[in-house]
């Protein structure tokens, strides 16, 4: 069955270090790979999507690498700040026709001060 | 503000009741999608409409029932309701229809929180 992996453990890192999320995923062949960004009890937000044929995708402080032969991706957070706490979230193309998305259930991310 | 606006914020009812949330997409956008989150099953993706139309279904009880309108506003109407139906409920919307490579972003409402006691 297909299935999207994330870290269930909160990540805890320091202020100004880069924060490393990692979203693995089984029995897909994503066209493009979406990551997101939750805050307690809001709806998810958009960040980043990488396409199948990039590598890597940057915008401001965040990166993302995708590697369709480990079928992984990564995303960093360079500098990273208290207000970047929140919960971040994997998401694939959902199978049988739909245009919808398939989420990991997230990681937990604490930038402390 | 991401467009995508829901009603209620908040819902609490008891077992066994029916409860309708609304959702009005984004302008522009032609698919609605209803998603479930609860803390210990993450975002489940229940339903999605394009245009009127169904267009695919994910993981909805047959308790649950949607429909997109001709203004493309959307309903998820909850029936029989048990303690486990609690949970966060988002609507999103997005162009869709776009095709698979495409890279079709979703927007997600602040959803609704549904309280059955």
């Known amino acids: 069955s297909q299935k999207i992996e994330q870290n269930s453990e909160a990540l805890n890192i320091q202020e100004g270090k880069t924060a490393t999320l990692t979203c693995n995923y089984t029995?897909?062949?994503?066209?493009?790979l979406q990551w997101y960004r939750q805050d307690p009890g809001r709806g998810p937000v958009f960040l980043l999507l990488?396409?199948?044929?990039?590598k890597e995708k940057r915008k401001e402080r965040l990166k993302v690498t995708f590697d369709t032969t480990l079928k992984q991706s990564l995303f960093h957070i360079t500098a990273s700040q208290p207000a970047d706490s929140a919960t971040y979230l994997c998401?694939?193309?959902?199978?049988?026709?739909?245009?919808?998305?398939?989420f990991g259930k997230g990681t937990h991310l604490i930038i402390q001060p | 503000d991401s467009g995508v606006t829901q009603t209620p914020k908040h819902l609490i009812t008891a077992t066994g009741q029916r409860v309708t949330l609304r959702c009005s997409p984004r302008?522009?956008?032609?698919?609605v999608y209803w998603y479930q989150q609860s803390l210990d099953q993450g975002l489940q993706f229940l339903i999605q409409?394009?245009?009127?139309?169904?267009?695919a279904k994910g993981n909805i009880l047959e308790r649950f029932s949607a429909q997109q309108f001709p203004d493309l506003h959307s309903e998820l109407n909850l029936s029989s309701l048990e303690l486990g139906d609690s949970a966060l409920y988002f609507c999103?919307?997005?162009?869709?229809?776009?095709?698979?490579?495409?890279?079709?972003?979703?927007?997600f409402g602040e959803g609704s929180w549904l309280t059955v006691v």
């Open positions: 029995n897909y062949s994503p066209a493009y």
């Open positions: 409409y394009y245009n009127g139309e169904e267009r």
């Open positions: 998401a694939l193309r959902e199978g049988g026709g739909a245009d919808g998305l398939t």
């Open positions: 302008s522009g956008d032609l698919s």
């Open positions: 990488i396409r199948e044929n990039e």
């Open positions: 999103a919307s997005s162009v869709g229809g776009s095709g698979y490579g495409s890279g079709n972003t979703i927007y």
